[in-house]
């Protein structure tokens, strides 16, 4: 998956603690040595067939350049912001495969702040993990299923095809302390997320560009993606509470 989607990534320390919880150290090794494998074998290939190790580091040096997404959770608050202070939404920018939009805020702070932000929730989630070491007895898909929500929301892009990241971990899941209702009830959020996730893309997603971005009108469909932003935000309140409620 690593070979495919850089963000597996920040799982790496999970499994790790685990192992080391059990003094594993030879499997450590074993995990390390094959997550290397999938990183590289990749790029190995990449220049097998002519590639370049300049046109790899263009790549990685993409994405970092890739603008605050009109998808994602600081997307959708920066453009509230400008709606209760400027009475219109920011301006839109297209650039590197993506629609994203351009503040102040965003000017002042620069793009490598909104690329790193994931990094300190994600860190203070292993902090905890670190301090409570009972949740380190053995592995969780709520645990991995909290990662990806952190990152997720934290995150410069949230593409309506990310949603399936957490939509296809979900049947896998069994929290520590969550009940058969509360269950139903998440997939009720999952159910509503998807829902709004359609209507912005790709059935409004035209019109959400030109009619509401550039013309400032027709609100619908951003009120739907803040929606789906806001399930999502709960989604993993309830995934973090029902998976280390004390």
């Not at 620069?110 to 301090?131: A, E, H, M, R």
């Amino acid at each position: 998956v690593t070979s495919i989607k850089i963000y597996p990534i920040i799982f790496l320390p999970y499994l790790i603690l685990l192992l080391l919880v059990k003094r594993q150290f030879k499997r450590i090794i074993s995990y390390l040595a094959n997550f290397s494998l999938g990183l590289i074998l990749p790029v190995l290939v990449f220049f097998f067939f002519g590639g370049q190790t300049s046109q790899v580091f263009e790549g990685l040096n993409f994405h970092s350049l890739k603008p605050v997404s009109i998808e994602s959770l600081p997307g959708s608050l920066m453009t509230i912001s400008s709606l209760l202070t400027q009475f219109r939404p920011p301006s839109l920018f297209g650039g590197w495969g993506i629609w994203g939009i351009t503040t102040p805020l965003i000017a002042k702070l620069g793009l490598s702040f909104f690329n790193k932000l994931w990094l300190l929730p994600i860190f203070i989630f292993y902090l905890v993990l670190i301090k409570n070491r009972k949740y380190l007895k053995k592995f969780s898909f709520g645990a991995i299923f909290c990662l990806m929500l952190l990152f997720l929301v934290f995150s410069k892009n949230l593409h309506a095809q990310y949603i399936w990241w957490f939509l296809s971990l979900f049947p896998f899941i069994k929290f520590q302390s969550a009940k058969k209702l509360e269950y139903l009830f998440m997939i009720v959020l999952l159910i509503f997320i998807s829902i709004f996730n359609q209507l912005v893309y790709p059935l409004f997603y035209t019109q959400f560009i030109e009619d509401f971005y550039q013309h400032n009108r027709q609100y619908a469909v951003f009120y739907a993606l803040l929606l789906r932003n806001w399930l999502i935000v709960n989604l993993l309140i309830l995934s973090l509470k029902y998976e280390f409620k004390k």
